[in-house]
Every structure is written in C-alpha cells, then in structure tokens.
Nanobody, 115 residues
Framework: QVQLVESGGGLVQPGGSQRLSCAASGSIIGVKAMSWYRQAPEKERELVAEITSSGGTNYVDFVKGRFTISRDNAKNTVYLQMNRLKPEDTAVYYC?????????WGQGTQVTVSS
C-alpha cells in the first residue's frame, strides 16, 4: 500500500510564493509519474503539473512560468514550487502517483491566495 502525505499549504498574499511537498511511503514500485492536481470550490479537479519517472515535466498553461514541479528520489518526495500566486490559484492541491498497476491520491492541502 502506498501513502501520500501533502504539506506546505496555507494562506499567502497575491504575488507571493508557496512550496508544497508530497512524501510517498509504502511499496513504491513501477512508478510512471507523479503529479499535482487542484480543485477549487464548485469546480472539477484539474491537473496542474506532472513529472514522469524519467524526469520529464508537463504543465498546464495557466501555471507555466509560475509553478515548478520537482522531485527528490532519495526522499520519495515531489515538490510544487508556486510563484506569483493569484487569487484564482486558491484550491485544495492533491498529490497523485500513478504506477503501472494503480494510482494513489493524497488527502490534499489547502492553498488560499488572498490579501
């Protein structure tokens, strides 16, 4: 069983920065990719950024140039560095891990961008 634990959310002012972390534990084999999703109130969950097992990254247009996804393989941790945050970035951010056989979700961490 794999567990994902996110941290780093909170309240940040517009234009500020925040770094989210997602620590994976358990039987982690056959990983294809890890990614961050977000879900704002009354909206569907949407992909934000992805990092593949080979280190390739993909971003959705609305975060390109502002967010950076990275990972530390030794710590089984993936990060999301968020810069120049906007109020519309307010959401619950979820970590997602996909293997060749299963996919796993974290419990989510709230990010609120407000003055």
């Amino acid at each position: 069983q794999v567990q994902l634990v996110e941290s780093g959310g909170g309240l940040v002012q517009p234009g500020g920065s925040q770094r989210l972390s997602c620590a994976a534990s358990g039987s982690i084999i056959g990983v294809k990719a890890m990614s961050w999703y977000r879900q704002a109130p009354e909206k569907e969950r949407e992909l934000v950024a992805e990092i593949t097992s080979s280190g390739g990254t993909n971003y959705v247009d609305f975060v390109k140039g502002r967010f950076t996804i990275s990972r530390d393989n030794a710590k089984n941790t993936v990060y999301l560095q968020m810069n120049r945050l906007k109020p519309e970035d307010t959401a619950v951010y979820y970590c997602h891990l996909i293997t060749f056989w299963h996919n796993y979700w974290g419990q989510g961490t709230q990010v609120t961008v407000s003055s």
